[in-house]
């Protein structure tokens, strides 16, 4: 399954909550039916941001892991 992402945000080291904050600004730029991809760090912003922006009304969808270095 291929999913054409119209940009990435880079959002590792960026601490909770402004990495919600700082999806959801990069989320209003983009129309309708467009994808975006967002690079998370692990432990409470890949446990918590996924399900606040799915509260949001919008669909999520995790690729793959990031390898823990």
Request: glycine fraction near 8%; charged fraction near 30%.
């Amino acid at each position: 399954m291929w999913i054409h992402l119209l940009k990435i945000a880079d959002l590792k080291g960026v601490k909770c909550p402004i990495n919600f904050v700082k999806v959801k600004i990069e989320l209003a730029k983009i129309k309708s039916g467009e994808t975006m991809g967002f690079i998370l760090d692990h432990g409470e912003p890949i446990e918590n941001v996924p399900g606040s922006v799915q509260a949001e009304g919008r669909d999520t969808k995790r690729l793959f892991d990031a390898p823990t270095i």
